[in-house]
T-cell receptor, first 115, second 117 residues
Framework: GESVGLHLPTLSVQEGDNSIINCAYS??????FIWYKQESGKGPQFIIDIRSNMDKRQGQRVTVLLNKTVKHLSLQIAATQPGDSAVYFCAENEDSGAGSYQLTFGKGTKLSVIP | GAVVSQHPSRVICKSGTSVKIECRSL??????MFWYRQFPKQSLMLMATSNEGSKATYEQGVEKDKFLINHASLTLSTLTVTSAHPEDSSFYIC?????????????FGPGTRLTVL
């Protein structure tokens, strides 16, 4: 199947600054995306999702932007805090056949917040 | 949000032994459960998908006779790594989804760190 990938493997930001994590996808038929946060030694935690009929969605301190023209997804974190340090994955919910869906994860970006 | 638990959180075993990992959805009934494997500094790779009462569907390259999955109830799925070898050492993560819609949220367990000596 087609893959979901990330531009930057690592990102270091100063505490209080905004963070932007990018993701490129290759399946033009993709219509549902999710961002997950994974702290060291833990399972992924849902952050925010977006459907293809939207180009922007906001949560608490996070915003996801979707550009279907260039097949690009980004996660913006406002006023980054030390607790935001983690690996962030974008994921695409793909049709696996017979009406079933499964997540395909990107490579991940490690966010390090500098105090 | 919904809670998914895994047990044990960490296991160390000798080569050749079998290890069972449990995954439970604590406050919802999971129509579908998923098992992932994650090697250090890598992404999650789907191993198999299971629906309650049905045989699991394994991803290409995953040996079904080595990684036995049992989804006996709507709140419990187990993964048994049979005849484990050092190359099976990894972080195993389960996930559960209540419904079958694309937009139904998948909740992840905390993971199980398997080390095979």
């Amino acid at each position: 199947g087609e893959s979901v990938g990330l531009h930057l493997p690592t990102l270091s930001v100063q505490e209080g600054d905004n963070s932007i994590i990018n993701c490129a996808y290759s399946n033009s038929a993709s219509d549902y995306f999710i961002w997950y946060k994974q702290e060291s030694g833990k399972g992924p935690q849902f952050i925010i999702d977006i459907r293809s009929n939207m180009d922007k969605r906001q949560g608490q301190r996070v915003t996801v932007l979707l550009n279907k023209t260039v097949k690009h997804l980004s996660l913006q974190i406002a006023a980054t805090q030390p607790g935001d340090s983690a690996v962030y994955f974008c994921a695409e919910n793909e049709d696996s056949g017979a009406g079933s869906y499964q997540l395909t994860f990107g490579k991940g970006t490690k966010l390090s917040v500098i105090p | 949000g919904a809670v998914v638990s895994q047990h044990p959180s960490r296991v160390i075993c000798k080569s050749g032994t079998s290890v069972k990992i449990e995954c439970r959805s604590l406050d919802f009934q999971a129509t579908t459960m998923f098992w992932y494997r994650q090697f250090p500094k890598q992404s999650l790779m789907l191993m198999a998908t299971s629906n309650e009462g049905s045989k699991a569907t394994y991803e290409q390259g995953v040996e079904k006779d080595k990684f036995l999955i049992n989804h006996a109830s709507l709140t419990l799925s187990t993964l048994t790594v049979t005849s484990a070898h050092p190359e099976d050492s990894s972080f195993y993560i389960c996930s559960a989804r209540e419904g079958g819609k694309r937009t139904d949220t998948q909740y992840f367990g905390p993971g199980t760190r398997l080390t095979v000596l």
